[in-house]
């Protein structure tokens, strides 16, 4: 499915900020919700799998890239970011 028909040498009419504007309303709490499983995995009593330090603190800098491109989006998951970040703050008290 393309978002978008537009012929050779015709402008296209969606720009690719749009578009991950687009996606990014409709998915950004599941995004956060995934990295938020990665980087709490082994605090959570009831997960099966622990996910080693590199790959959470890749975790953590992906959030904060998608903080930045998601721009205005990440309006919706500003309690679960800030959640996230005040719980990954005491855990290292």
Do not use: C, W
């Not at 409709?26 to 622990?50: C, M, N, R, W």
């Amino acid at each position: 499915m393309l978002l978008f028909d537009a012929k050779p040498g015709q402008r296209k009419t969606a720009s690719k900020t749009k578009s991950l504007d687009g996606f990014l309303e409709h998915h950004i709490l599941g995004i956060v919700s995934y990295f938020t499983d990665i980087i709490e995995s082994p605090l959570a009593q009831l997960k099966a799998i622990a996910h080693p330090l590199p790959e959470r603190k890749r975790s953590i800098l992906a959030l904060g890239e998608l903080v930045r491109l998601a721009r205005d989006n990440v309006n919706r998951a500003l309690p679960q970011v800030s959640f996230l970040t005040l719980s990954e703050f005491l855990h290292s008290l």
